[in-house]
């Protein structure tokens, strides 16, 4: 005799989170196909400069699998010893039926290991070693379906606080 | 025929983070209207700094309409390119009948936003331009009352981590 | 007659998010006895680095004991005026009867007050007077089991960004 109990399946809300977990890792990993496949074919993702009061489009993506690529091969790979968090807080969250709004802050991370020096870390050296530098922040704002029961994005906007230069500026 | 399922309600733990969604929302936006929305008319903001040790109360807003009126007037506005996060983490929630607390962790970022320069970034500018810097953290403690079905702040202490000096000291 | 309900049980996610929201506060206050009481007799910590790619083991710890020695004992204690956060966001917990897993993201702040002067502080003095420093940051994964009603942790692998430096190295 068993007293296991099923769990209940993930409230809505917490699925929703999770789509936004699930980004940030793809986004971090630089892998495309993982970000690809939390967006419907027809998705659309806007990157906006919202800092100075008015709402500047920077560039839109369209599609789940331009999405991928954007991430695979848009955003600079990591330096050796480099990573990225993408990390976000105080989602609101809004489900109506099968659509549903998630509203959330971010900050994104650069971290940058130091090189341990061939003779080992100096004497004074304790803890770990080089630098993390929160170099983006804003508003993620996105839009889901519930599409043969999983939650994908429809629509997502990235509002930016600080302004951002395109290498060709 | 619609297979259209109506939503259940919030768990009411996740209305309760919702709260602090909105707070700190309120905050960033300088929005003394939709941070007096959050509170009860007898509500109390204690302000207080815990880092060396004790606990030594810093100051005291009552009221929702003025603790609406100290996001308006007494914090700081925003710098033209310049924003904040109030951010917010790891929640213990617990809810009791129609009261209810949440203890959170908070981290407060500045950010300042370089400006374009009038002949375009430099060669060398890539990505987001400005900076983005932590400046305040510590514990955010509050007691909510379920109000006509909406959770709203009774009570509410932050404690910060690090001294504070008011201009006039 | 009384119109309170009786609120319900928590839901298993957010029961496993809670367990990581005492990890971390045990962590700050350099609480070893709150610390070992999240885990089972027998779990087993790991600190990995990952950064370079490949997963390099730092170090193990086992059983709850010596994980509430570990964080009281090897953990530096917090200078004066000092203290750190230890935060983690966009957690995904997959529960599966009595076990669970959490993977989550971290960052740790090291906060340095800054001693207000004899005089009081300088003229210019605004706002919080210190410094707070992302210093760690990397993945906290977990497995759990509900023992007796309760979600204890029976094995926290963690794995920093960051190369690690030991005073003895």
New interface residues.
Partial sequence: MST?????P?????QI??V???Y??AADHRDGRAMAALFTDDAVVEIRYT??GESELLGTVRGAEAIGHAVAGMMAPHP????S?H??????VE????TATNDA?F?V?N?V????PAE??PPD??????S??????GYVRSRLSRVDGRWLITELVIS????????Q?
């Fill in positions: 296991e109990v099923q769990a209940p993930k409230i809505a809300e917490r989170d999770e936004t977990a699930r940030v890792r800092g100075a050796p010893l480099g990573w968090h990390t976000t807080f105080n989602h609101l489900v109506d039926g099968e802050q900050v991370y971290v290991g130091r090189a341990r080992g870390w050296a304790s803890g770990a070693q080089g993390i530098t929160p170099i983006e922040s930016h606080d600080l302004p951002y230069a395109f290498p500026d």
